[in-house]
Nanobody, 125 residues
């Protein structure tokens, strides 16, 4: 079955950087779009960014544009989230997710069917 394992979270000061990784297994990684979501305490889960199955298209929520970058390495079955210029509002548990259907953009949250357990990011002011 599909498994997603996130890593790379931690504590960082405002203005700092972190790189999250998500290792996928259980099916042909390169056929499927990937995404990152986050959930802060007391808040609903929100979409952060996605990357299409080909890697040719990416979609970012407005609050992270210019600061976060998603990428994928199909040879390593891994997707990355480089987070720069972090702000306290970025503090959350970050979840990696992948879609149900192959060869899609991953742009829509309802496409996502498989989720990791999350990695925590805390940005101090």
């Amino acid at each position: 079955q599909v498994q997603l394992v996130e890593s790379g979270g931690g504590l960082v000061q405002a203005g700092g950087s972190l790189r999250l990784s998500c290792a996928a297994s259980g099916r042909t990684f390169s056929y499927y779009a990937m995404g990152w979501f986050r959930q802060a305490p007391g808040k609903e889960r929100e979409f952060v960014v996605s990357i299409s199955w080909s890697g040719g298209s990416t979609y970012y929520t407005d609050s992270v544009k210019g600061r976060f970058t998603i990428s994928r390495d199909n040879a390593k079955n891994t997707v990355y989230l480089q987070m720069n210029s972090l702000k306290p509002d970025d503090s959350a548990t970050y979840y990696c997710a992948t879609v149900r259907t192959p060869q899609t953009s991953g742009k829509w949250e309802e496409e996502y069917a498989y989720w990791g357990l999350g990695t925590q990011v805390f940005v101090s002011s």
